[in-house]
């Protein structure tokens, strides 16, 4: 988050987090009012498992099964 802070993205700027289903980067972007937030991941059990942990605020987030 900090680099992000210093960086001065706005928060209608768009950010992808790659590999972030078992991160909790988004938690803290849509805490700070980031509203276009995708998140990346291989793994569907790790975003199914973001999804659970933010509730309603899960809407907020597009999330993106990768498939290699």
């Known amino acids: 988050m900090e680099l992000i802070k210093q960086v ?6 768009r950010i992808i987090d790659v ?10 972007l849509l805490l700070e009012g980031f509203q276009q937030v995708s998140v990346f991941d291989l793994s569907g059990v790790f975003l ?3 999804q659970q942990r933010l509730g309603p605020k899960a809407g907020d987030v597009t999330r993106h099964l990768v498939f290699f």
Not at 8 to 13: A, E, I, M, Q, V
């Open 8 to 13: 001065g993205l706005k928060n209608s700027d």
């Open 19 to 28: 590999g972030g289903g078992a991160s909790r980067l988004v938690d803290f």
């Open 48 to 50: 199914k498992t973001s």
